[in-house]
């Protein structure tokens, strides 16, 4: 009778949290078993987010092509020992990122669009999606439009809303390169979410790209020099000889 795997009757999730030091332990054998259960799972994920590309945030897509993995899939064929302790720690990497789960990545995405634009992709698309039936029954006598004339309809918002939602993000990656500043959607600056907010609103009414940026150059300097004046006030008054 064979010997047990090391991970026989363990789930990935407990695979997965195995500390280093056990991973360093295992023998060629049981590390090949535990990368093969872990990078299936995995490869599933990646499939399920390459199928969903359209509707998420492409985070951990995009990252896995940073380390090599655009194309190839994981597993243990034809490495070594260390080729597979790597192996292991990216897949883990990877299977810990919120956005390598079809749900998160759609949550990331959303959360992303609601500060950007003020509403979701869906939100923007059920609220334009309503305007359009109401206008259309006003100006055919109360006749409801056609399915096809909807989804043709709802198609055009999305299109629109990606468009919008691309260009606001391109004017606030360019207003931190102006500054001077890491290029950044996750990083909070001096009144960014204000900024953002109003890049947002003037993208949806159609504003030029350039006045946009200008603006929001002059916001962020605007919010830099108040934060700064307010730090000089902080330091004056601890400076103070209080005379008790």
């Known amino acids: 009778m064979a010997d047990s795997f090391f991970t026989d009757g363990m789930t990935v999730d407990d695979i997965l949290h195995l500390d280093l030091q056990t991973i360093n332990s295992l023998n060629k054998r049981d590390l090949s078993r535990a990368l093969r259960t872990v990078s299936l799972a995995a490869n599933k994920r990646v499939k399920r987010l390459k199928k969903n590309r359209k509707d998420i945030a492409e985070d951990a897509l995009n990252w896995l092509s940073d380390q090599g993995y655009s194309r190839k899939k994981f597993g243990s064929k ?4 260390n080729e597979m302790r790597k192996e292991f720690f990216t897949a883990k990497q990877f299977m810990g990122m919120k956005t390598s789960k079809v749900r998160g990545a759609i949550q990331v995405r959303q959360g992303r669009e609601s500060r950007i634009m003020g509403e979701t992709r869906e939100q923007a698309v059920s609220r334009g999606r309503h305007d359009f039936v109401v206008r259309y029954q006003q100006e055919h006598a109360g006749r409801a439009p056609s399915m096809k004339a909807i989804k043709a309809e709802i198609k055009r918002l999305e299109e629109q ?8 993000w391109s004017i606030y990656r360019k207003m931190l390169e102006a500054q001077g500043w890491p290029n950044s959607p996750y990083k909070n600056y001096y009144n960014s979410e204000n900024i953002i907010e109003m890049i947002g609103e003037r993208v949806a009414a159609g504003e030029d790209s350039e006045s946009i940026l200008s603006h929001a150059i002059k916001a962020f300097n605007d919010s830099y020099e108040q934060e700064q004046e307010e730090l000089n006030n902080i330091e004056d008054d601890d400076g103070l000889d209080m005379d008790w």
Request: zero cysteines; glycine letters at 0%.
């Open 78 to 81: 034809n490495k070594s020992l």
């Open 161 to 168: 809303y990606k468009v919008m939602s691309s260009e606001a």
